[in-house]
T-cell receptor, first 111, second 116 residues
């Protein structure tokens, strides 16, 4: 069974559209994250939730809004998509002081 | 502020040769350091981590890293490369504690190629 699963794996869309990426973890972890990997493979944290509460919110445009309905899920909604949003988005989870488990990524292409 | 520098964006070794991937860090507090590996079209997987205690850390797949405070380094090594080691390797430092420990600052990655 996949520990951290993201859907969809690929997302191709037009500029200006709104899209969502879903993430679920079955590890019982308390903390979940969204990371963005750009075309040069550079990884940067976007958000972190601990028990459904936002604890890390890096400098990310307001068009990005995470939502955590329960501690096993952390979804990412993006409004008014721009060309620069094209990247691979990784969901991850961890228990406090434990290692991060990453999903396999969602490759977003904005045309 | 914490930061990570990986020397060499691409390293190529022959199968059976020593693998050495370099990582230097900057941190104003005692660092927690990590090496992650990313295979093509996959997420990252933890190879090893240093928090406290023994400075030589052993990880999965025969990799190890040594924390050297005086050199602010955390280089990754493997005595004998295997074709399956070809991947992208990321060094990272944690900028938080407790609930924020997953806030990692990543280096820019080193792509390891293994020649037969």
């Amino acid at each position: 069974d996949t520990a951290v699963s993201q859907t969809p794996k690929y997302l191709v869309t037009q500029m200006g559209n709104d899209k969502s990426i879903k993430c679920e973890q079955n590890l019982g972890h308390d903390t979940m994250y969204w990371y963005k990997q750009d075309s040069k493979k550079f990884l940067k944290i976007m958000f972190s939730y601990n028990n459904k509460e936002l604890i890390i919110n890096e400098t990310v445009p307001n068009r990005f809004s995470p939502k955590s309905p329960d501690k096993a899920h952390l979804n990412l909604h993006i409004n008014s998509l721009e060309l620069g949003d094209s990247a691979v988005y990784f969901c991850a989870s961890s228990q406090v002081a434990e290692k991060l488990f990453f999903g396999s990524g969602t490759q977003l292409s904005v045309l | 502020a914490q930061s990570v520098t990986q020397l060499g964006s691409h390293v190529s070794v022959s199968e059976g040769a020593l693998v050495l991937l370099r990582c230097n860090y900057s941190s104003s507090v005692p660092p927690y350091l990590f090496w992650y590996v990313q295979y093509p079209n996959q997420g990252l997987q933890l190879l090893l981590k240093y928090t406290t205690g023994a400075t030589l850390v052993k990880g999965i797949n025969g990799f190890e890293a040594e924390f050297k405070k005086s050199e602010t380094s955390f280089h990754l090594t493997k005595p004998s490369a295997h074709m399956s080691d070809a991947a992208e390797y990321f060094c990272a430092v944690s900028v938080g504690y407790g609930g924020s420990q997953g806030n990692l600052i990543f280096g820019k990655g080193t792509k390891l190629s293994v020649k037969p």
